[in-house]
């Protein structure tokens, strides 16, 4: 079944803590977390500090998303403050390859990011080290941003790419998503659809994120010709 990973970057941030157990009461399993570092991204937003204290104070799932230069450099630490899936971009990183085994290596799930400037055929050879990859539906470096229109495309193009070497990988999509395209966005292949600003700007979070996730709930895969109920 698809996951809705709120995107704590639209949280209060004075109350985050309280954000969180809202999110833990509405059913969440996993928490979405954009570290940016004003260079490769032109934003800066939470660091190592921050995810070592929603270690120490949830047990749900942290998928964090590191825009950063040289995510080489930094991934150890994160999975250190307690990382479970850690997602470098493939525009960020000077050996891929390695660094994705480094991260499985030290206990994370590693996974890829790629802009919607980035074709999705890149990723190819680097599939098979890839827990999960991130399909980017915006220009990471903002919430509440606009879902840019070609990425369930590229979604489905991903979703065939990993069928063809017989992969089972996850793919998240960031950016622009909520209650309007959770249900394309599961269709299309998607298993985990990242919301900031739709869950955490709305009146009720928790009646938000439970609406999209009954929207995924409801959502039909297509798979090849047919049709099937998830
Ligand atoms: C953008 C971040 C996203 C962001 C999504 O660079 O990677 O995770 O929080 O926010 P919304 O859902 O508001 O587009
Ligand atoms: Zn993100």
């Known amino acids: 079944m698809a ?6 970057l639209s949280a209060d941030f004075l109350n985050l ?3 969180v157990r ?5 059913g969440a399993e ?7 570092d004003g260079h490769f991204v032109p934003n800066l937003t939470i660091g190592l500090p921050v995810v070592e204290v929603l270690r120490s ?15 080489d450099q930094m991934a150890e630490a994160f999975i250190d403050a307690g990382a479970d899936y850690l997602s470098v971009h493939y525009e960020a990183a000077n050996n891929l390859d390695r660094l994705l085994e480094t991260i499985r290596e030290k206990g994370a799930q590693p996974g890829v990011a790629f802009n919607p400037d980035t074709p999705v055929l890149v990723l190819k ?3 098979k080290r890839c827990h999960h990859v991130v399909v980017m539906s915006v220009h990471p470096g903002f919430g509440g ?9 590229k979604v489905r193009k991903l979703r065939s790419l990993i069928d063809s070497q017989s992969l089972n990988i996850k793919i998240e999509i960031d950016g622009g998503m909520g209650p309007d395209n959770t249900e394309e966005a599961v269709r299309s292949g998607v298993d ?5 600003s739709a869950i955490f700007h709305s009146s009720s979070s928790k009646e938000s994120f439970q609406q999209m996730e009954r929207l995924a709930e409801g959502a039909v895969v297509l798979k090849g010709n047919d049709a099937i109920s998830v």
């Open 22 to 26: 809202n999110m833990e009461e509405a």
């Open 192 to 196: 985990i659809v990242v919301t900031g």
């Open 125 to 127: 050879e680097v599939l």
């Open 57 to 71: 104070s949830t047990d749900l799932l942290l998928d964090v998303h590191l825009m950063i230069s040289n995510p």
């Open 3 to 8: 996951l809705i990973a709120p995107s704590l």
């Open 145 to 153: 941003q606009n879902f840019i229109a070609n990425s369930f495309q």
């Open 17 to 19: 803590g309280q954000d």
């Open 30 to 36: 996993i928490l979405h977390v954009d570290v940016m």
